[in-house]
């Protein structure tokens, strides 16, 4: 039953791929120039600087699904789940590209819609390269970053990075406990419905994309209470993945023996490489969110590495003062709460903000992981939510705090944060903007739950979590020992 019920999700999602791509592909933006016109009217070292700029970065976004984020994850859990964890990471990296790319880049930011994307780029349309045949050579579609463009590709494929990192992040919330295809069906229906409309909302002028103040008094802002400013991802990703494994933790349920049987981590050494390449990757996905190579590259480069490493400090101090020594989980904790803070504000703050928020990040989480988890007894096995639910809305929060216009004047001279006397209004729509991520992602995350539990069921059986994941879906062991 449950292998027929897997089939027919398939073939429906296959339908569906197919009856986006049948859609009538809109018209490419005549403003958007294809490759010869750039050629003849652009800098081409500065196209060709842009363009190398966001191919690193997407390498960097990868690195951090794998081997970052599984290194990172695979050495909290137990020895017997290692490869579970890890082959969750390998395996979105290849599903996410998959459905990225027949729908999902499409559904993020096609068309000019506030809600959700349309067919415009499904099975690659107006993205890939094609023959000209009266000019008698290949165009390349570009997108166009404040009239700057960039190739369509290297967008596409920044853009992706982001799409398989973030349901991998959930994964930590249900480790050792979920089905392996109780997993995949959850990533698809996540990322269709809850990641794609968010990303549109954000980034493609939907509803919680900011205003500025002359598209206010005009009457024609889009932006709820004015939008918010989300520079890589605060509510995108980690709010939205935050929340959501928060869910998944509670309705799955805690893992057997939790909170007597010893769950510590069986390879810190796994965990802190893993920290140190998410700071790495962290790079490509806060600094590359320009899509472009300029000043303010630098900047978000500069604030992310400030706000990582006060992130460090703010948890080991922290744990100095309440259990006397600082952990090195703690301090590499510390470090990916520091950068899930600065990511909504990377392109917004100054330095010294950004070691504030790193700071406050590493001790807010750390708190959140610590006494939080224990008061209300959930179990989320590798604090997805402690980390990025939590820090995610304290950085967007802050954000509406610390953005100034000296580092992006987005609102033509207008005073932006609360520091820099912009008054309420940003700190507003930050919040706003939180709230409605953290509806939509429990609301969505809810009834995707339900299906996939009416399906094909979510968690392992009793016998099969005592084995192991690594056993029990995929038949190996990460460690045989003589």
Same mark, same amino acid.
């Given at each position: 039953?449950?292998?027929?019920?897997?089939?027919?999700?398939?073939?429906?999602?296959?339908?569906?791929?197919?009856?986006?791509?049948?859609?009538?592909?809109?018209?490419?933006?005549?403003?958007?120039?294809?490759?010869?016109?750039?050629?003849?009217?652009?800098?081409?070292?500065?196209?060709?600087?842009?363009?190398?700029?966001?191919?690193?970065?997407?390498?960097?976004?990868?690195?951090?699904?794998?081997?970052?984020?599984?290194?990172?994850?695979?050495?909290?859990?137990?020895?017997?789940?290692?490869?579970?964890?890890?082959?969750?990471?390998?395996?979105?990296?290849?599903?996410?590209?998959?459905?990225?790319?027949?729908?999902?880049?499409?559904?993020?930011?096609?068309?000019?819609?506030?809600?959700?994307?349309?067919?415009?780029?499904?099975?690659?349309?107006?993205?890939?390269?094609?023959?000209?045949?009266?000019?008698?050579?290949?165009?390349?579609?570009?997108?166009?970053?404040?009239?700057?463009?960039?190739?369509?590709?290297?967008?596409?494929?920044?853009?992706?990075?982001?799409?398989?990192?973030?349901?991998?992040?959930?994964?930590?919330?249900?480790?050792?406990?979920?089905?392996?295809?109780?997993?995949?069906?959850?990533?698809?229906?996540?990322?269709?419905?809850?990641?794609?409309?968010?990303?549109?909302?954000?980034?493609?002028?939907?509803? =919680? &994309?900011?205003?500025?103040? %002359?598209? +206010?008094?005009?009457?024609?802002?889009? $932006?709820? *209470?004015? /939008? @918010?400013?989300?520079?890589?991802?605060?509510?995108?990703?980690?709010?939205?993945?935050?929340?959501?494994?928060?869910?998944?933790?509670?309705?799955?349920?805690?893992?057997?023996?939790?909170?007597?049987?010893?769950?510590?981590?069986?390879?810190?050494?796994?965990?802190?490489?893993?920290?140190?390449?998410?700071?790495?990757?962290?790079?490509?996905?806060?600094?590359?969110?320009?899509?472009?190579?300029?000043?303010?590259?630098?900047?978000?480069?500069?604030?992310?590495?400030?706000?990582?490493?006060?992130?460090?400090?703010?948890?080991?101090?922290?744990?100095?003062?309440?259990?006397?020594?600082?952990?090195?989980?703690?301090?590499?904790?510390?470090?990916?709460?520091?950068?899930?803070?600065?990511?909504?504000?990377?392109?917004?703050?100054?330095?010294?903000?950004? =070691? &504030?928020?790193?700071?406050? %990040?590493? +001790?807010?989480?750390?708190?959140?992981? $610590?006494? *939080?988890? /224990? @008061?209300?007894?959930?179990?989320?096995?590798?604090?997805?939510?402690?980390?990025?639910?939590?820090?995610?809305?304290?950085?967007?929060?802050?954000?509406?705090?610390?953005?100034?216009?000296?580092?992006?004047?987005?609102?033509?001279?207008?005073?932006?944060?609360?520091?820099?006397?912009?008054?309420?209004?940003?700190?507003?729509?930050?919040?706003?903007?939180?709230?409605?991520?953290?509806?939509?992602?429990?609301?969505?995350?809810?009834?995707?739950?339900?299906?996939?539990?009416?399906?094909?069921?979510?968690?392992?059986?009793?016998?099969?979590?005592?084995?192991?994941?690594?056993?029990?879906?995929?038949?190996?062991?990460?460690?045989?020992?003589?």
């Amino acid at each position: 039953m449950a292998r027929t019920l897997f089939r027919l999700f398939a073939a429906a999602a296959l339908l569906l791929s197919l009856t986006i791509w049948a859609t009538p592909a809109v018209a490419q933006d005549a403003s958007s120039p294809d490759l010869q016109t750039v050629a003849d009217t652009a800098d081409a070292a500065l196209l060709a600087g842009n363009t190398a700029w966001m191919l690193t970065s997407s390498a960097l976004v990868l690195f951090m699904t794998a081997p970052g984020l599984a290194m990172f994850y695979g050495g909290l859990v137990r020895r017997k789940n290692v490869l579970s964890v890890m082959m969750q990471c390998l395996f979105l990296m290849g599903l996410m590209t998959v459905l990225w790319a027949l729908y999902g880049y499409s559904l993020a930011f096609g068309g000019d819609g506030l809600y959700v994307g349309n067919g415009e780029y499904a099975m690659m349309q107006n993205v890939q390269r094609t023959w000209d045949e009266s000019a008698g050579a290949p165009t390349e579609p570009m997108y166009s970053v404040d009239g700057t463009p960039i190739p369509m590709y290297a967008h596409m494929l920044f853009q992706g990075m982001f799409f398989i990192i973030t349901p991998a992040l959930i994964c930590g919330a249900f480790a050792e406990r979920m089905k392996f295809k109780a997993m995949v069906i959850f990533s698809i229906l996540w990322g269709t419905l809850v990641y794609c409309p968010l990303c549109h909302w954000v980034w493609d002028g939907g509803i =919680l &994309a900011f205003d500025t103040t %002359a598209e +206010i008094e005009a009457g024609n802002g889009d $932006g709820w *209470l004015g /939008g @918010a400013l989300d520079f890589a991802g605060g509510t995108v990703v980690h709010i939205s993945s935050g929340i959501s494994a928060l869910l998944c933790a509670v309705l799955i349920g805690r893992r057997r023996g939790f909170g007597h049987e010893d769950m510590r981590p069986h390879n810190l050494t796994y965990t802190v490489l893993g920290a140190g390449m998410l700071w790495v990757g962290w790079f490509g996905f806060n600094a590359g969110s320009e899509l472009l190579s300029d000043h303010l590259t630098s900047s978000a480069f500069a604030v992310t590495h400030f706000s990582a490493a006060a992130g460090v400090l703010g948890w080991s101090v922290y744990e100095w003062l309440t259990h006397g020594k600082p952990s090195v989980l703690g301090a590499a904790s510390g470090a990916v709460a520091g950068l899930v803070c600065i990511t909504p504000a990377a392109g917004f703050v100054n330095p010294m903000p950004a =070691l &504030a928020m790193g700071f406050a %990040a590493g +001790i807010v989480c750390a708190m959140a992981c $610590g006494k *939080l988890k /224990g @008061a209300m007894g959930y179990d989320d096995a590798l604090d997805a939510f402690g980390v990025h639910g939590v820090g995610g809305t304290l950085g967007a929060v802050l954000t509406g705090v610390f953005a100034t216009r000296a580092c992006w004047d987005i609102d033509a001279g207008n005073k932006l944060g609360l520091a820099e006397g912009g008054g309420t209004r940003l700190l507003i729509g930050q919040i706003a903007a939180v709230a409605v991520t953290i509806v939509f992602s429990l609301v969505v995350t809810f009834v995707i739950l339900k299906i996939v539990d009416a399906a094909v069921g979510l968690r392992i059986s009793e016998q099969d979590e005592h084995r192991g994941l690594d056993l029990v879906d995929h038949g190996e062991e990460g460690y045989i020992y003589a």
